[in-house]
């Protein structure tokens, strides 16, 4: 069955570090997003990403953060300038254009900074 | 403004008995609505989901969910637990029918007694 891959599993960087969570799609998605859960709080949505653009982004994503689809195959999220507060579980998922379908998510990166 | 509410943040139940899950939300448009499934060191794992039709359905592992849209609520239930089952839900509705933006609840955390 196809899933969504992300790495590392675990990442630990330190504040003021730039950090990319990687992700790779079900391959013929064209849908991408990113979610966070900060440690005991709700899975939040950060930003979604169509046709090589971002299609809505959260208040959450501010200038720090990035979104890129460097090739055909990755997706990816990266934080210029760690916080401890960006310390988190990211999710990335996809979902395809069949209507009445769901998104799928990866395993997601645990971020710690320190 | 958009917002889903589980109003139970963790639920002990003995193996064998039955579960429900609340869940509520709050959404001007037509509701797209999902439960999804994390294990501990785990992604999220979808349920089911609820487009349209059918009010009760019926998902993976046993569960199954009624969308009541006098109640604003997509109650999720089993009708005997099993241990593995141990896991946190989460309810969310979605934005569209094609897997778009969701915003998710607090979570439910089930423990399961032998």
């Known amino acids: 069955e196809p899933e969504v891959t992300q790495t590392p599993s675990h990442q630990v960087t330190q504040m003021g570090q730039e950090v990319i969570l990687r992700c790779v799609p079900i391959?013929?998605?064209?849908?991408f997003y990113w979610y966070r859960q900060i440690l005991g709080q709700k899975v939040e949505f950060l930003v979604s990403f169509y046709n090589n653009e971002i299609s809505e982004k959260s208040e959450i994503f501010d200038d720090q953060f990035s979104v890129e689809r460097p090739d055909g195959s990755n997706f990816t999220l990266k934080i210029r300038s760690t916080k401890l507060e960006d310390s988190a579980m990211y999710f990335c998922a996809s979902s395809g254009q069949a209507v009445n379908t769901e998104a799928f998510f990866g395993q997601g990166t645990r971020l710690t900074v320190v | 403004a958009q917002s889903v509410t589980q109003p139970d943040i963790h639920i002990t139940v003995s193996e064998g008995a039955s579960l429900e899950l609340r869940c509520n939300y709050s959404y001007g448009a037509t509701p797209y609505l999902f439960w999804y499934v994390q294990s501990p060191g785990q992604g999220l794992q979808l349920l089911l989901k609820?487009?349209?039709?059918?009010?009760l359905v019926q998902g993976i592992k046993g569960f199954e969910a009624e969308f009541k849209r006098s109640q604003s609520s997509f109650n999720l239930r089993k009708p005997s637990v099993h241990w593995s089952d141990a896991a946190e839900y989460f309810c969310?509705?979605?934005?569209?029918?094609?897997?778009?933006?969701?915003?998710f609840g607090q979570g439910t955390e089930l423990s399961v007694k032998p």
């Open positions: 391959s013929n998605h064209l849908y």
């Open positions: 969310a509705v979605g934005e569209n029918n094609q897997g778009g933006k969701l915003i």
């Open positions: 609820y487009f349209s039709g059918d009010t």
